[in-house]
Every structure is written in structure tokens, then in C-alpha cells.
């Protein structure tokens, strides 16, 4: 890995400093300012001097940035939708709804655009941390160079925070022991509060973080977006106080709606019936409704159901049924999602902020989600599965969808619909479903017309460039001792007060597995790749999306030569931005974890949670777990070592003083060993499992308590790569339990000395 090294001489005093809240902050590099005053031998000789500090111009504008997650163009009302959003209506109302924004068509890449200004390639976030290769465009490794927005608009005298969803650090940096530089609080941000890793969370049992440290004290019932709302409103609160004339920009990026899609039942039972009439008559209602609110053409045809999505009135009645429920629940979320937002804006409003801040609204980090199936799915059934059964299962767990045991994405068919007037979805990089998302924008001291449409050409890119030139702020030459290269999206600003501005973003590249497209002055080509394929066997389109607004009309074979103009663009854009070398995964992914080497790990209680995805049990392999503990009485007992919760994982345990390991497939499926000895001894004892896998995918569990074989059982299928949203901890189960046998926490009352993870097994096979 590339490191990067300060002078000496750039270095500051305090360069790291301990915040009160106990979070480690990576303060800015800034070099000792020359001392202006005079000293003398006493004090009253002494002409005393303090050295500047940063400060924004007087009445400078607060900026706050949202990011929704998996919303496609024709989800809210505000855009013409029929899920109701009072709060987002209100600021396009009174702001502007820019009708031709948009994302990389995935959600790492995509935030890491938006939080640089460059080009997601360009930021080595082509796809995610989970999937990184050794290449500069898909390493996770977002340079020092392309400063964030935090960092640049801290160097601008502003405070920083972040609340939600993050998921661009690298894998080998989400350790207890980072390196912390690209978490949050490393790339800028004051205060953060949320989840760093992963693209999704649970939104009933959140496994959150304050700063670097694990915060187990909002464990608490309440949901994800209650939390971080509150959290946003506590942290302005207290910045206000601390320094009321200094502006802040607050970040904030919610789990919502990406899956888990999961809600109280009051805000889903809002919906009940209203999607009776199903995802064809939803489509017809809502390009009406868009036609009419002006955020799209008025010659805008609504395009043929995506391939493999059903006729609803082909759907047997269960099959409506359950449909329904999946989309009332998705409204529910995106509603009550809308709502917490509104409490965040009303503090802003009543604590007489809101007519000076600027706040940009991205409705999606990329279109409606793909990863539902046709059939939805209300909870991890397994890889395996057909979907027939995955249908059977869903219809017999129907009353779960939205609980706090689910984990619940709807059928592709309300996906298709909530992207109209799009075809394609989430991922798609190749089409404006998987690209354009609504943006409204809402800054009552810069915009003259309330309610107005903007229709210019922008991608995620623009809004830096856009922030900085509205509040009237600089990108340094240089952050933290970095050398700034140049940012690579263009300001939107031009347009805020007039509508019938020519586009200054004229060309845009996307990529996202393979898929791809070019656009240009109006014209794009796209290529939808099919996995597995050669590249070169990727058939190409041509749309003209000044005529052709969602792309109904392929003008391939009337245009070739505009198609090899723009193929032959890309090409020249992907050299540049790092997009080459193309993959789909099919090559599979060596997750790049901190552990992925190791034969070896010790664990110790008290310490910090360990991100599952970027934790041991990451990359698959056999393994033993060896627990040195005390046992000084018959009523000793709790959990060793977890990984997981009720959605699979493993849990390694003593309980009626016997060894217990359940191992959790993720399918419903738990394979639990228990010791057949009577009791375990007493005193000081060494307590292990192995669990070995085989070259099928099956695999054993073996039990030895001070060597003594005490147990084993066969596994008779295993996880293969597996993510949980509950990751490593020592002596408690967290959140929700692996085992059905106890309640969480189930603390160890024994004393652990350690756990050591040895992976040395894995050299053994089963015969």
C-alpha cells in the first residue's frame, strides 16, 4: 500500500487531537503561523499575539447534504410519485427540482464522487471497499489528493459532521486498530455517527459508531432514522451554542430505502390498499403525475415492463397480496424516512437557521434496487434457492415483512415501477435507470424562483462544485500537506436563477461491472454488459436524449458513426479516469481484510466490535476457536465469542455448564453441538471448537474442553461469502441472538482471558 508522508516541517502541534467526546480527530496540518507580537523578559513587556484562526465570511451559509439510498426517479411525490414526502416537497417547493441529475448507478461509487467532486474512477471507488483490486481505479484507496468536501470546506472555517451510512474505507482499515485516516473523522468530519462499512444496516438493531468507537448505549428499539436525526439535531444544537456565528455542513446519509426495508407498522398501514391496483397501474399513475408536475417531457412515453417482470393482471390473488404488502412497506419507510428528515429541517426552522442554509437533496445514491428478485424476498433464505420456493417461503412469512426479524426487499416489479419513466434499475450503468435521480436544491437566500424546474445536465460531481461557489468558498491548493489535484465536476450554480441556461456539463462517463455509457452534448451510447461475457461482445445503443428523454428509441443503425464517435470517447474518458481494467465479478473477490493473511488472531473482552465484512470470518476458512477462561462455579456461563445474529453467523458458548457452538447458515437453518459430557470442569480451562470445512461446501464441528473431546457434529451445508450486519465480539452476543437457547446479550459471567482465532486448520481436509 502506497503511504504518504508529511515534512517535518508542515506539522503543527496537536496535529492529533482528543475530542471531548473521546473520538480520535485527525485535526488539519497547518503550519505554524509566524508569530506577530513582541516578546519581553516580563510581561508587562510583552506585546501578546494569538494566531488566526480559520473563518468563514461573516453570514455564511450552513450547507447540509442528503443522500437517499436506492430511490428511483418515480418513487416520491415530489417527483411525481405516490409515496408522500411532505418534507422533500416542501424544499423543492420553495427551492428547485433539477429534472436531469445524476449518479454512478451504485452506492459507494456514487458517495465517493459526491464527497470529492471527481469522477468516481478518478477517486478509486469504482465499485466498493468489499470488492477492490490492485488497481488505481478500484483499490478503495480515495487519495489525500482529492480532498472531500468536509475537509475543504473545514480548511473554510465551517464545522463538519456525518450521520448515516458511509462505506468507503477500505476493508484492512476497519479494525480497532484502523489506520483511521479514511474513516470519517480522518476525511474531514468532526463528528460522525453511524455505520462506516457495508451498504446497508438493520434498521431495528443498528450496529452503530461514534467517531472510530462502537456505541452499544442506542441499542434502544428505537429505528436507524430516529437515531441519526436526533444525533444531527444534537450536534447542531451544541455547535450553535459552542459558536453561533460559525457555519456548519452536516452530512447526512440515510440506510433509507435501501434493504432492509423495515418500518413501525403505523407508517405501512398508512399505505394499506393503495397498491392493490399493482406496479402496471402505478406506472400509468405516475408518469401522468410527472408529465403534469413538469419534471418530465411532455411527449414522454411510458417504455414496455422490464424483461422477466410479470403483467399484474396475470398475478394470482396470494401473489397480489404479497406484492402489496412489500410496496406498502416500502412507502411506509421512504415516508417515515421523509418525516425524520422534516425534524431535522424544522430544528433548523425554529432555531431561525433555515433561511440561511443550503441544502441539496440527492433522491437516490443510484435507481431502484435490482436485488429483490422476482418474487421479492422477506428474509436471507440462502443462495441456493429456487424462486418457487423463495415465493412459497415469502407467502408463509408474509405478516413479517417491516418487523425487526426481516429482512425484506420487494419483487422487481415495484423496482421497474418506482424508476418510471426509466427502463433498466439500480446498477445499470448503461441506462438512465440506473443513473438519473431527482435533486432539489433549497437555498432561500439564493434562489429567486420558488417551486422552478431545472432541467440542465448534472451529475453527483457538480454539487461540490456547486456548494463552494454558492457559499463563495475556495478548494485550497493544498489539504493536510496534499497537493490538490483539480476537481472534475462543474458548479450547477449558473443555473440556480435561470432556466434556460446552456449546460456547462457536457460529458459524462459511467461504469459499474462492466456496464457502461457515454454521454455527450446530448447524445448517449451504452453497453448493458451481461455477466460473464466478453466485453467485445457487448451490444451498443444510441439514444438522443434531447428527443428521446428515457431512452425508448435505439438510433444505433441510423447513426453508426455517432455511435463510434462516442465509443471511441469512452474509451478516451475510461484511460483517463482509471475505469480500466473492466470486471464483473466473475472472477471472484479476495475480500482485502486486515486478517486475510493471518494464521493467527487474539481477541480480548472490552474490545471494540469487529466489522463483519471487514472482520476474520470474512473470507471463508477453516478455523479454530480456543477460549482460555475461568469457570469458578456451576452458574458460570454466557457467550465466548459471537459473529452475527438471528440473520446467520456463529455463536461459541457455555450454558448449564456445557460447551455449545451453534452455527447459523442464514437460511433459518442452525446447527447447534453441545457437549455430552455432564459439566464442563472448573477453574482455569481451555475451551475450543474447530470447525473444518470440506471441498462441497459441507463441513464438521468438533468440541474439546482441555483437549478432551467433548462433541462434534456434521455441517451439512456452510455460508459461502456472507456480509451480517452484526459483526465479532468477545463475551456477549450483540443485537440480536445467533442461538435460540438465550436472550442478548448473554455475557460470559466467567472470566475470558483471551480467544484466539487460529486458522492453521485449514490446512486439514475432511476425508
Known sequence: MKRHFLPVGKLAFGAIALLTSG????????????YKGKIGKTLSETNQSWAEKKKAPAGAPNVVWILLDDVGYGAISTFGGLINTPTLDSLANNGLRYTNFHTTAICAPTRAALLTG???????MGLFPETAIGTPGYDAQMPFEKATAAEILKENGYNTFALGKWHITPLADLTPAGPFNRWPTGRGFEQFYGFPSRGSIDQWHPELWEGIHR????????????LIANRAIDYVSGQKAGNPDKPFFLYIATGAGHAPHQVAKEWSDKYKGKFD?????????????????GVIPKNAKLPPRNVGVKEWASLPADEKKLYARFMETYA???????????????HLKESGQLENTLIFVSVGDNGASKEGTFVGTVNNYGAGISEEQRLKKNLENIDLIGSEYSKVNYPLGWA????VPFRQWKQDANSEGGTHNPLIVFYPKGIKEKGGIRNQYGHVIDILPTTLELIGAKAPESVNGYKQDAIEGTSLAYSLNDAAAKDRHTQQYYEIHGSRAIYKDGWKAGALHVKG???EDDKWQLYNLKEDFNEITDLTEQQPAKLKELR???????NKYNVYPLKDGTQGYTLQTAYKDLDRIVLRPGQSTIVDVAGPFANKRSFSLVADVDLPGVETEGVLLSRGGFEGGLSFFVQNRKLNFVYAVGDGTKYAVTSESATLPSGRVQLRADVVYDEQGAGQITLFANNDKVGESKLEKTTGYVCLHEGVNVGYDDLTPVADSYKVPFAFSGKINQVTIDFRPAQQSLK
Do not use: M
Open 23 to 34: 473520538q480520535l480527530a485527525f485535526a488539519q496540518y497547518t503550519p505554524v503561523q509566524p
Open 118 to 124: 471527481r469522477n468516481a474512477h478518478s477517486a478509486h
Open 215 to 226: 456505541q452499544k448505549d442506542d441499542q434502544s428499539g428505537k429505528h436507524f432514522n430516529e
Open 277 to 293: 391496483g399493482g406496479w402496471d397501474e402505478y406506472r400509468e399513475k405516475v408518469i401522468a403525475n410527472q408529465i403534469k408536475l
Open 332 to 346: 411506509g419507510f421512504l415516508e417515515y424516512t421523509d418525516y425524520e428528515i422534516g425534524r431535522v429541517i424544522r
Open 416 to 419: 421497474a415501477a418506482t424508476n
Open 533 to 535: 461475457q466478453p466485453f
Open 568 to 574: 471511441a470517447l469512452f474509451d478516451s474518458e475510461a
